[in-house]
């Protein structure tokens, strides 16, 4: 154990995560030069095309007489979970921060999160070759931020492979060993999962006490259920079948799991019979803050789209789903995600992993709302517009209020705080990083920054803001429910818990996108947005037009005028029992107004 360092890569976003990785990779000789490409342990395909981390990776790395295990993570604050699962599993990490922009929004977060897990931060500058590289200044940006001596900070080129070797070495020295003892009963902490097709639910464990090996009877403590051990291995990066893992390790399980809901992330792992196990600390739950409902864009699709839930759900336990039905989508579920990139990788792996195409509708946020009920007050958590409660039950609605660090040029502290101001912001502070950057800080409603606040954002500062934010708390608001309503048929799909002072300006944006998507038919559809029961916008989808009186040559106007009156009869009966056809690209148009994409 004394020669095993656990370590992983923390950043923000495009700081170089994933190429460091690869040079680690490259210089152990864990990867061949033939096999090696760019991004290599970013293996999905979304990943690779967005050039992102999703998925943290573990992989085995061989250093001179060490055994380095290097878990790459994420960098989005999204995907913020994976990296507190993955801290958990290490003693040390490597602080990423580009020469080129200097401490982000997400390197703060990631650093705050390892030293709340008692790790060894390394601070590594990456991308010294570039010719806009400031590294002094970089360097005192980590030292007033993070307080981090500049004497400790290792400047590298992740691309051109430059200072890769004093990485390795300070890997070496200065993160500890794992501590455990391969004598005491078997105890792992499942830190990820994902499912096969045909060997079932593949189970990654760090290693703490004792060993495991093929046919060793094992327990899950939290549900208590036992399996018997199939294979263990490592991943160099490919899976690689071992005799056993020993305390300090980090690799896999196969048990012949077929039910992903048996496996838990978080959960301890010990040897069946073994008494008095306590449980390890696991991972707080995440917390989902972005909802949205998916359905089948076939009805038939259900069962398979709730197979395929649960198989992503299992090695993304931050992604949470309960069955839901709709009036007007029929079955499906509501899901629950961390943000709005996450829905959105949620839903790309759908379509390409399970090959299943989805309905999304409009993403809102959770709200508190405290109800008048027999005379008692009753507080509801809601994350659904369909069940906010009658408005003359509601004493009180509370918003979920985030703390939002904004790391921007100094140039645009105007315009910033007049974004952060239009979205009912509370300005907290101010903090100088250097003469030319500063952070602001702010209070700022969930609701106001999921959709387009980034957006914004790098707008206003050219591409140079970044931010991070975690939830604090909920705050009484003057929110109301607006209800859309298509020929006279309330539509809950596009239903939405919105601000007072907005709602009509929504109504009607999201009145405009349906009138431009929904196609005409035989009769007028009437499209209204209401407030309770005032209607804040409405607009009208004209009717098919048919010439009844186009054989008519001449001849007595009687005859026009009966053809006429039929026709008129005829389309009030068909708007009386017809219905609307809304097509799947409405729902998307809608979305897409909402979002902002």
Known sequence: MQNIRNFCIIAHIDHGKSTLADRLL???????????????????????????????????????????????????????????????????????????????????????????????????????DMPIANVE?????????????????????????????????????????????????????????VYDDY????????????????????VMLRNNRNFKVEEVGIFTPKMVKVAKLSAGEVGYIISGIRNSREVKVGDTITLKGVSEMTLLPGYREPLPMVFA?????????????????????????????????????????????????????VKERLRREQEIEVVQTAPNVPYEVVVIERGMSKTLRIDNPAEFPD????????????????????????????????????YLKTEYLSPTRVILYYNLPLGEIIYDFYDKLKSATHGFGTMDYVFIGYKPADMVKLRIFVANTELDAF??????????????????????????????????????????????????????????????????RKLWAKQKEGKKKMKSIGSVEIPQSAFIAVLSGETGK
Request: aromatic share 4%; hydrophobic share 40%.
């Open 495 to 560: 239903s939405s818990i919105v601000h007072h002072g907005v709602a009509e300006s929504k109504g009607r944006r999201i009145i405009q996108l349906l009138r431009q998507n929904i196609p005409r038919h035989l009769f007028q559809i009437a499209l209204q947005a209401a407030v309770g029961k005032r209607i804040v916008a409405r607009e009208n989808i004209s009717a098919l037009s048919k010439n009844v009186t186009g054989k008519c040559y001449g001849g007595d106007i009687t005859r026009k």
């Open 26 to 128: 490259e210089v152990t000789g864990a990867v061949s030069p033939r096999e090696l490409r760019e991004q290599f342990l970013d293996n999905r395909e979304i990943e690779r095309e967005r050039g992102i981390t999703i998925k943290a990776k573990a992989v085995l790395l061989r250093y001179q007489n060490y055994l380095l295990n290097l878990i790459d993570t994420p960098g989005h604050v999204d995907f913020s979970y994976e990296v507190l699962r993955s801290l958990k599993a290490c003693e040390g990490a490597l602080l990423l921060v580009d020469a080129t922009q200097g401490v982000q929004a997400q390197t703060v977060a990631n650093a705050l999160l390892a030293r709340e897990s008692n790790l060894k931060v390394i601070p590594v500058i990456n991308k010294i």
């Open 199 to 218: 060997r079932g639910v593949i189970v990654f464990v760090r290693m703490i006490d004792g060993s495991v090996k093929i046919d060793d009877e094992i």
């Open 293 to 345: 409902g998916f359905y089948p864009v076939q009805g038939r699709d259900f069962t398979a789209l709730k197979k395929s839930i649960e198989k992503l759900s299992l090695n993304d336990s931050s992604f949470t789903f309960e069955p839901e039905t709709s009036e007007a989508l029929g079955m499906g579920f509501r899901c629950g995600f961390l943000g709005l990139l996450h829905m959105d990788i």
């Open 391 to 426: 408005e003359l039950t509601i004493r009180e609605v509370r918003e979920p209020i985030v703390k939002t660090s904004l790391i921007i040029p100094a140039e645009n502290i105007g315009s910033i705080m007049t974004l952060c101001e239009l979205k009912r912001g509370e």
């Open 137 to 193: 200044l970089t360097k005192e940006e980590i030292q007033k931020v993070l307080e981090i001596p500049p004497d400790e900070i290792i400047e590298v080129s992740a691309k051109l492979g430059t200072n890769v070797d004093k990485v390795l070495s300070a890997i070496v020295s200065r993160i500890p060993p794992p501590s455990g003892d391969v004598n005491k009963p078997l105890k792992a902490l499942i830190f990820d999962a």
